[in-house]
């Protein structure tokens, strides 16, 4: 089984390009979403101990977290610690299950891919990328986003030139969906007939 690691700054793309592989066939395992589900469950007892301010009705609420979070980035890290083995625990389990279901490519969706070390828990990398214009358009239109917190965001990020270095393919968001499906189609070819 070849474990694709696809990741890409804020606002690429990388969530639409993972929709792709999966609507393709491929088992994508999501870390955001990931994280958004343990917020309501596993996590719950451990971050409200570090933020009790983002505990509301029993869960983690985001905006009162990320609030938290802007307002002493220092402390990403102790969050960083509780969250990351939980998800780890998680993106394992996904990986024997996809193994024991003979799955030929899986693909881990890891925002900070390069910034945790995660290349080194996949075979390939695929960084998905879009023209600086593009990305701080789309970024500025989602709700609740300011200036300051896509800079933030930024700032936590690596450099998505370096990114498009280090990959081993690249996904170009900005030219349109119909283009990057053609590209995701490609990759999965590539990648799956090395096993047939």
């Known amino acids: 089984m070849i474990v694709l690691g696809l990741t890409g700054s804020i606002g690429t793309g990388k969530s639409t390009t993972a ?19 343990l917020y309501r469950n596993e996590a719950v007892a451990p971050v409200a101990a570090l933020f009790p301010e983002a505990l ?17 980035p220092e402390r990403f890290r102790e969050l960083e610690e509780v969250i990351h083995p939980l998800v780890r625990a998680r993106e394992t389990a996904f990986l024997d299950a996809e193994r024991q279901n003979g799955s030929p490519l899986v693909v881990l969706d890891i925002p900070l891919l390069y910034e945790t070390a995660g290349e080194t828990r996949v075979d390939k990398v695929l960084v998905v990328t879009c023209d600086p214009q593009t990305q701080r358009h789309r970024v500025l239109a989602r709700p609740g ?22 990959a081993d393919f690249v996904v170009d ?24």
């Open 145 to 166: 986003m300011t200036e300051e917190k896509f800079q933030l965001i930024l700032s936590r990020q690596m450099p998505d030139a370096e990114k498009r270095r280090r």
């Open 173 to 196: 968001t900005g030219r349109g969906l119909e283009a990057a499906r053609e590209q995701v189609k490609e990759i999965i070819a590539k990648l799956t007939e090395r096993r047939n």
């Open 56 to 72: 509301a009705d029993g869960v983690i609420d985001r905006k009162a977290l990320s609030a938290a979070l802007s307002a002493a």
């Open 19 to 37: 929709a792709m592989f999966h609507d393709l066939g491929v088992p994508v395992h999501d870390a955001d979403a990931t994280v958004h589900d």
